[in-house]
């Protein structure tokens, strides 16, 4: 007895070389993708405004500008604590904007069991 699948399903070598394609047009467009989200800057401020971080979206710290005023040579404390909020909410702005883009091009697709797709 032979099981019959719904239109649609199945359809033999075609469609799994169509399937294949579209893979490997996806991997092309999310490796392009990538590159664009690595050249990328961005620029978060903190504590006010008074403590400026720019990151790339590799997550490489390119500069941290803080403001005269909040240097407070008997605070330091608060200072490095507004930096390191900076820095967080630079690397929170970069994964936020990758995993946005990304799921334009994957539709919020996420197949792990496909080897070197994800």
């Known amino acids: 007895m032979k099981a019959k699948l719904p239109k649609g399903m199945g359809g033999g070598p075609a469609n799994m070389q169509s399937m294949i394609k579209q893979a490997q047009k996806m991997q092309e467009d999310m490796a392009a993708l990538q590159e664009e989200l690595d050249a990328r800057e961005y620029e978060v401020k903190a504590g006010g405004g008074v403590v400026t971080v720019k990151i790339n979206g590799k997550l490489e710290v390119l500069s941290i500008d803080v403001a005269p005023e909040v240097v407070d040579p008997d605070d330091i404390e608060t200072m ?14 970069v ?11 994957t539709g919020g697709l996420n197949v792990p069991g496909i080897p070197g797709l994800f």
């Open 80 to 93: 490095t604590d507004i930096i390191v909020a900076a820095v967080n909410e630079a690397i929170k702005k």
């Open 95 to 105: 994964n936020e904007t990758n995993s946005e883009e990304m799921g334009k091009i």
